[in-house]
T-cell receptor, first 110, second 112 residues
Framework: EDKVVQSPLSLVVHEGDTVTLNCSYEVTNFRSLLWYKQEKKAPTFLFML????IEKKSGRLSSILDKKELFSILNITATQTGDSAVYLC??????????FGEGTQLTVNP | SAVISQKPSRDICQRGTSLTIQCQVDSQVTMMFWYRQQPGQSLTLIAT?????????ESGFVIDKFPISRPNLTFSTLTVSNMSPEDSSIYLCSVEDQTGVHFGPGTRLTVT
């Protein structure tokens, strides 16, 4: 079964805090691990990770993949209220099919 | 990255009717995908739309309920047939390009 587990399911922080979101997956047919931010309807693409140990960065967001331990983390530093959203991770398997985790609801309070 | 548009953005439909959702991409792509997000849940893949061949459906989804067309490399439609309130969801199309897998803006469907 293609299972993706995210933790925590929800998180409330204050502006300026740093957060770490976790994603674990099963190894079957793994092709890549993707992170998305979802605020209203459409998930917005953040990162695609295929190689272990190589950090990807975009502004205050960064992510890394550990293919030995089968997990990925998404870090957000100096959080802002605009970071409040559901963060989804997804495992890509053959045929570019995505299996999503439940998501982490992040709330950043001023 | 690919720019994806969907129509309609939202609709309210009566049970028993059908709705066709359109997805347009600004570049040619080999595969397009249709996902569903039921209220309070994560995204689930419905099917892969292949140009020139029948769509490939995931377990739990059937062609009679969700017929898909893929007439060319930039366009696809998903029809939700004989709707019931359980079909109330956000429906999203997605494509993969060199940068990753991207989603359209979604169609919010409410079935009454």
């Amino acid at each position: 079964e293609d299972k993706v587990v995210q933790s925590p399911l929800s998180l409330v922080v204050h502006e300026g805090d740093t957060v770490t979101l976790n994603c674990s997956y099963e190894v079957t047919n793994f092709r890549s691990l993707l992170w998305y931010k979802q605020e209203k309807k459409a998930p917005t693409f953040l990162f695609m990770l295929t190689s272990s140990g190589i950090e990807k960065k975009s502004g205050r967001l960064s992510s890394i993949l550990d293919k030995k331990e089968l997990f990925s983390i998404l870090n957000i530093t100096a959080t802002q209220t605009g970071d409040s959203a559901v963060y989804l991770c997804a495992k890509e398997t053959s045929g570019s099919r995505l299996t999503f985790g439940e998501g982490t609801q992040l709330t950043v309070n001023p | 990255s690919a720019v994806i548009s969907q129509k309609p953005s939202r609709d309210i439909c009566q049970r028993g009717t059908s709705l066709t959702i359109q997805c347009q991409v600004d570049s040619q792509v080999t595969m397009m995908f249709w996902y569903r997000q039921q209220p309070g849940q994560s995204l689930t893949l419905i099917a892969t739309a292949n140009q020139g061949s029948e769509a490939t459906y995931e377990s739990g989804f059937v062609i009679d309920k969700f017929p898909i067309s893929r007439p060319n490399l930039t366009f696809s439609t998903l029809t939700v047939s004989n709707m019931s309130p359980e079909d109330s969801s956000i429906y999203l199309c997605s494509v993969e390009d060199q940068t990753g897998v991207h989603f359209g803006p979604g169609t919010r469907l409410t079935v009454t």
